[in-house]
């Protein structure tokens, strides 16, 4: 309770006094200092703390261990907790520094809080029956519901709500939960379609279409909210487009990553031959179980008849060494 209090008086974020902006264009746009070119100490050092960002880790952490709640997996618990630490680094460390003055940095952040914590999270959550019930075998249904939150992302950051969401806090927050949640959906999407083929096929989806979005920034010579990534003042590193472009190879990259690490995912977690459920037809397992109670059953039924007549039950392998004994 104490957290939940301490970081609700937070969730504004910490800005210089209102009157007073820092000295610069960047200070005047953002109400932050411009930062230092970014090098390896400065990533692994820069620390903006994000208050909303770790309250949903928190809220995230407490449903899922909550009093009431059902036996959780650990493989589904670590992911979760996982998920957890990777959206608090994304949304108070390096890449919440510098989103505000590089469009390379705000396009990592937003794809990573997709690709990282919401595919994260997507994958420890159980898949809704309603949506397992409504997909099924319909791969095509499930490949559209994939498209749209990199459609959702494409579609503001091609247009002007990407300059308001850099100037309201309330609408920056909304585009990161955005992200959060698109991942969410497009792994519970995944994992709701029956067979493996049809899930690696409705995965291409949005893997190709963050491919697109990564060649078409590398080719552009159009920059995202000019207004603000172009009016920074910063000195160093390549221009604002130059950096938009750098930040396509970094959408390419972080694309090619997570699509195949997701597939091998897939790959590793596919039904063996033999254990695949089909209509009218259970598991391997599930014949051997069956013909085990089968064979109970038959025993129980033999000693029956045999108390019936007034014979002794046959001595079990372990009761005839004991009796050897």
């Not at 100490?41 to 909303?52: E, I, K, M, Q, Y």
């Not at 850099?166 to 909304?174: K, T, W």
């Not at 698109?182 to 999407?189: A, C, D, R, Y």
């Not at 039950?313 to 009796?323: L, S």
């Given at each position: 309770m104490g957290l939940a209090v301490a970081l609700a008086a937070m969730l504004l974020p910490a800005r210089g006094d209102a009157g007073t902006p820092p000295a610069g264009p960047a200070g005047v746009l953002t109400s932050y200092p411009l930062p230092d070119a970014p090098s390896v100490?400065?990533?692994?050092?820069?620390?903006?703390?994000?208050?909303?960002g770790m309250m949903l880790a928190c809220v995230f952490v407490l449903l899922w261990w909550r009093p009431r709640g059902p036996e959780r997996e650990r493989g589904a618990s670590v992911r979760l907790v996982l998920s957890g630490v990777v959206l608090v680094l994304l949304t108070s460390g390096a890449l919440n520094v510098y989103s505000k003055v590089m469009v390379s940095a705000h396009l990592l952040q937003h794809l990573l809080l997709?690709?990282?914590?919401?595919?994260?999270?997507?994958?420890?959550?159980?898949?809704?029956?309603?949506?397992?019930?409504?997909?099924?075998d319909r791969w095509w249904l499930a490949a559209l519901l994939a498209a749209v939150p990199l459609a959702l992302l494409a579609g503001v950051y091609a247009s002007p709500l990407l300059r308001l969401?850099?100037?309201?806090?309330?609408?920056?927050?909304?585009l990161q939960m955005l992200a959060l949640a698109?991942?969410?959906?497009?792994?519970?999407?995944v994992r709701a379609v029956r067979g493996t083929g049809l899930r690696l096929l409705v995965l291409a989806v949005p893997v190709v279409l963050g491919l697109a979005a990564g060649v078409?920034?590398?080719?552009?010579?159009?920059?995202?909210?000019?207004?603000?990534?172009?009016g920074t003042g910063r000195t160093w590193l390549p221009d604002a487009l130059a950096d938009q472009q750098r930040g396509g190879i970094g959408v390419l990259g972080v694309t090619v990553l997570a699509g195949g690490g997701a597939a091998a995912a897939l790959w590793i977690r596919r039904p063996r031959r033999g254990t695949e459920t089909g209509a009218g037809h259970g598991t391997a397992g599930d014949g051997q179980a069956e013909r085990n109670e089968r064979a109970g059953r038959g025993d129980r039924a033999g000693s029956g008849d045999r108390a019936g007549r007034g014979e002794q039950?046959?001595?079990?392998?372990?009761?005839?060494?004991?009796?050897r004994a």
């Open positions: 100490a400065t990533l692994l050092t820069s620390w903006r703390p994000d208050p909303f997709l690709a990282a914590a919401g595919a994260l999270l997507g994958s420890a959550v159980a898949v809704p029956r309603v949506l397992g019930r409504l997909l099924g969401a850099l100037d309201s806090h309330a609408l920056h927050l909304s698109g991942g969410v959906l497009i792994t519970l999407v078409t920034l590398l080719l552009t010579d159009l920059l995202m909210a000019a207004s603000w990534f172009g039950p046959r001595p079990t392998g372990r009761a005839r060494q004991r009796e």
